[in-house]
Nanobody
């Protein structure tokens, strides 16, 4: 599976951005798809995940209520709508896919659960 992230950029605090992750190479209907982010000098942080074939989404505490993960089955993409952006949201955002089949949602908050990663897209929020 190849993942290609896009949509990053520079935005003022309070603004919005929409990231998109296009998947190719294999059907990912039953994959868990996620977004992580990494700021300079910090560990990779869980942002959101969703089971591509259905099921509920889960969000990191710092983005809950502001970010929304969604799936476009026709385009085979998974998007991240980011609203009310804050300077602390500044990071490189990565999309990821996991082949693991599990009902344990908490495990998918860990980067180690993911088999495929996109190249990352920079999001910068100015104050």
């Amino acid at each position: 599976v190849q993942l290609q992230a896009s949509g990053g950029g520079l935005v003022q605090a309070g603004g919005s951005l929409r990231l998109s992750c296009a998947a190719s190479g294999r059907t990912i209907t039953y994959y868990v798809m996620a977004w992580f982010r990494q700021a300079p000098g910090k560990e990779r942080e869980f942002v959101a995940f969703s089971r591509f074939g259905g099921g509920s989404a889960d969000y990191g505490d710092s983005v809950k209520g502001r970010f929304t993960i969604s799936k476009d089955y026709a385009k085979n993409t998974i998007d991240l709508q980011m609203n009310s952006l804050k300077p602390e949201d500044t990071a490189v955002y990565y999309c990821a896919a996991s082949r693991t089949f599990s009902s344990d949602t908490y495990r998918f908050r860990s980067p180690s659960e993911y088999d495929y990663w996109g190249q990352g897209t920079q999001v910068t929020v100015s104050s």
